[in-house]
């Protein structure tokens, strides 16, 4: 196996077109893992680590845009993500350990694809487009496209981006594992809530992470809260449906009767904020 | 929406081989070249803080600080047998060989210490913080370092034996008395759980740990932290999947043992009333200390949510199939 170290996103993409078999390595948190059993035996790794241009997170206008080679503890310790995005510090927080945070990016944890993936939910309420480099030119692909398989990564692609509109709601993530740290998500839930001068609810993003074969958008909890205020009998209701949609989703599975009765605690959590938009003021 | 309840565990435990078979641990104590003194045991440290132990009881019968004794352990072609680091037996029986070894090896050095200073007796001498000395003249005096000079070539050493007494039950009844000593303790514990996604979060515990008397209070809160660690992992989380003989959970990343965030500060007491066949009293707690803390969380998971676990780990997906079972009155053993 040969290894190249980029140091430019050009030089990066020109040896994705050379080498037909290979595999980009960031963190490699979850790359070594797949060669070390067997998983994978890509002929060339192509280690984007110390590519400066893939890193940090930037205000663009209205716009947010990460770097797909920034770690997890980056963005955990980034003020950007203090106020009413807190709930993507949050996800990123919750992963794995600070060893494993360190080193692993957001660009991994999304192509790497794990249903369980903490930082996808936020992104996903986030409506985050991702942004993909190669020979060809640009590809830019909404988030929730992406999973859905038939827009996922092309061999010779680079995934540079993660871009989404500084959003007005207030940001929130769930996360039930079985133990405090270093444990997969058995499941996952974040919010995007704006509440109105009546305290309605004006926008709403619900994501779930591990309640499918990929994380997604759960859009019939979406249209049901739109509007109503946030009450007892609506988040019960909101419940009620997320359960149903699992039920079709999920049918068969033997975690289906556990995770139908765990995600009312999480869905609760999760909608649970009374505080209204606290938008980041952006001097 | 979380339960609250509360549970205690107690036991008790009987250390050592027991029950008929023969427990022995030996120690040599040597004179060395340089005047300090040698303690040769072939007890083995794994981590539980024997060779602390160990040092301990052979400054205090020594009368002697620790940086005058070197230990010397683990290697079985330089000193006695002292049985395996099991059974929580290394401060009760191996702690009785050194300090029956230390005491034997004073008595060598009161006679030599007679002749060398041409006394008629060794009624009278003491051994104390390196020296042998007549109480009642004190310039009647020897260093260990003097001494150890003049032998040349003799070897100044003695060994110590100590035969735990143990009992053979029954074989027709199982009755008897097959250990000695015993060690007893009790955990109580307070803890929250999560009646829709059963997680159990430990809230509060008081451990009480007899000891027999103890001789270095860190190493056993530290034994006492690292048993009720141990359980905790033993009731919620470690499962090894087996499925048809296979073992699924093969790797530390399925089989989960719990992280320095899933410990919580332990409120530990340590009990004593000295053990009168032990060294200075002492008994073991390696093993005692896990012992309790599983009926204890068990117990208090039932006073929360009223449903007895039978079998371990207690998950939360095992925890919500009993919730549920009791709730719509079906009597199911879940395990």
């Known amino acids: ?283 | 929406m979380k339960r609250i309840g509360r549970g205690i565990g107690l036991s008790f435990y009987g250390t050592g081989y027991g029950n008929g078979f023969p427990d022995v641990s030996r120690a040599k104590v040597r004179l060395l070249k340089d005047g300090n003194v040698g303690i040769y045991v072939g007890g083995t440290e794994v981590g539980q803080g024997a060779r602390t132990i160990f040092y301990q009881i052979g400054s205090e019968t020594l009368k002697l600080s620790s940086d005058n004794i070197s230990f010397i352990t683990e290697d079985t072609s330089l000193m006695p047998d002292s049985g395996t680091a099991a059974a929580s037996r290394q401060t009760y029986n191996t702690g009785n060989a050194i300090k029956i070894a230390c005491e034997n090896f004073m008595d060598r050095l009161r006679e030599v210490a007679k002749r060398e200073l041409k006394l008629n007796s060794t009624q009278g001498l003491k051994v104390n913080n390196g020296k042998i000395y007549l109480e009642f003249f004190p310039r009647k005096v020897i260093s260990f370092k003097e001494l150890a000079q003049k032998q040349k070539g003799n070897v100044i050493e003695a060994e110590g034996e100590f035969v735990a007494q143990t009992v053979e039950m029954d074989s027709e009844t199982g009755q008897g008395a097959p250990y000695w000593p015993y060690t007893f303790n009790a955990c109580g514990v307070e803890l929250e759980v999560d009646v829709l996604t059963g997680k159990v979060e430990i809230l509060k515990t008081r451990f009480a740990q007899d000891v027999g008397r103890a001789i270095n209070p860190h190493l056993i809160e530290g034994q006492m932290d690292g048993g009720f660690a141990m359980a905790l992992g033993y009731v919620l989380f470690e499962d090894l999947n087996i499925n048809e003989g296979r073992i699924k959970n093969q790797k530390f990343s399925k089989y989960l043992i719990p992280t320095a965030m899933d410990m919580i500060d332990l409120e530990n007491v340590i009990v004593e009333d000295p053990e009168s066949t032990a060294p200075f009293g002492a008994k073991g707690v390696g093993e005692p200390v896990m012992i309790p803390i599983a009926p204890a969380i068990l117990n208090a998971i039932y006073d929360a949510v009223g449903v007895r676990i039978t079998e371990l780990p207690a998950t939360p997906e095992k925890l919500i199939e009993a919730i549920e079972d009791s709730k719509e009155g079906r009597v199911v053993k879940h395990g």
């Not at chain 1, 290979?22 to 790359?31: E, L, W």
């Not at chain 1, 929730?144 to 981006?161: A, F, G, N, Q, V």
């Not at chain 1, 998500?185 to 619900?206: G, Q």
Request: some cysteine; hydrophobic content about 40%.
């Open chain 1, 1 to 283: 196996m040969i290894v190249h170290r980029g140091k430019t996103i050009e030089e990066v993409i020109e040896l994705l077109a050379k080498y037909k078999d290979s595999k980009i390595i960031a963190g490699g948190t979850d790359v070594i893992l797949d060669i070390k059993d067997n998983k994978i035996f890509p002929e060339a790794l192509i280690d984007i680590s110390s590519i400066e241009e893939l890193k940090g997170i930037e205000l663009k206008g209205d716009f947010i845009e990460i770097g797909a080679g920034t770690t997890f503890t980056e963005i955990a310790e980034d003020e950007i993500f203090e106020k009413n995005l807190h709930g993507l510090k949050k996800a990123c927080k919750l992963i794995g350990s600070p060893q494993i945070r360190n080193r692993g990016t957001v660009g991994g944890n999304i192509v790497n694809g794990s249903p369980a993936a903490d930082s996808i939910p936020p992104l996903l309420c986030l409506e985050s487009t991702l942004i993909f480099e190669s020979l060809e030119g640009i590809r830019k692909v909404k988030l929730e496209d992406y999973l859905k398989s038939k827009y996922r990564i092309k061999e010779h692609e680079l995934l540079t981006k993660i871009r989404f509109k500084n959003p007005e709601g207030l940001l929130n993530f769930i996360k039930l594992a079985i133990r405090k740290a270093l444990a997969i998500s058995r499941m996952s839930i974040a919010t995007l809530i704006e509440l109105d001068e009546e305290e309605k609810v004006k926008d709403i993003k619900v994501a779930s992470g591990s309640l499918g074969r990929y994380p997604m958008r759960e859009l019939e909890v979406e249209e049901f809260l739109l509007g109503t205020i946030l009450g007892e009998y609506t988040v019960d209701e909101a419940v009620n449906i997320l359960q149903n949609a699992m039920e079709k989703r999920l049918k068969g599975r033997p975690t289906l009767p556990y995770k139908k009765r765990a995600v009312k605690s999480l869905l609760k959590e999760a909608l649970n904020q009374r505080i209204r938009s606290s938008r980041r003021v952006i001097s």
